[in-house]
């Protein structure tokens, strides 16, 4: 049984850096990707970061170059560093498992699996 959970979040001002991180358990496919989303009051939930099991990674526009995805070395740990945080950078976070490759673009019907999400909050 797939089992995600994520760390806690927390409230940091604007241009503040997080990181979260999520243990990752009961993953048996010879190919997975593992994610990052977020989803903010009243808006849909989106793919911010993901990771593969050969180390390549995918980052939203909306992020790149501010975060970072990067997996523990026994692999059962993914972490997501935000840096240079801003006000609508907040969301609740979630970490997310798929069997097979990074999807470009990816959607929550990408993802099998889910953590039970973490908030954060930037405050400006």
């Known amino acids: 049984q797939v089992q995600l959970t994520e760390s806690w979040g927390g409230t940091v001002q604007s241009g503040g850096s997080l990181r979260l991180s999520c243990g990752v358990s009961?993953?048996?496919?010879?190919?997975?990707?593992l994610g990052w989303f977020r989803q903010a009051p009243d808006k849909e939930r989106e793919g911010v970061a993901q990771?593969?099991?050969?180390?390549?990674?995918w980052y939203s526009d909306s992020v790149k170059g501010r975060f970072t995805i990067s997996q523990g070395n026994a692999k059962n740990t993914v972490y997501l560093q935000m840096d240079t945080l801003q006000p609508e950078d907040t969301a609740k976070y979630y970490c997310?498992?798929?069997?097979?490759?990074?999807?470009?673009?990816?959607?929550?019907?990408?993802?099998?699996?889910w953590g039970q999400g973490t908030q954060v909050t930037v405050s400006s």
């Open positions: 009961g993953v048996t496919c010879n190919t997975y990707a």
């Open positions: 990771i593969s099991h050969t180390g390549g990674r």
């Open positions: 997310a498992a798929r069997c097979g490759g990074l999807v470009w673009r990816p959607t929550p019907s990408d993802f099998n699996y």
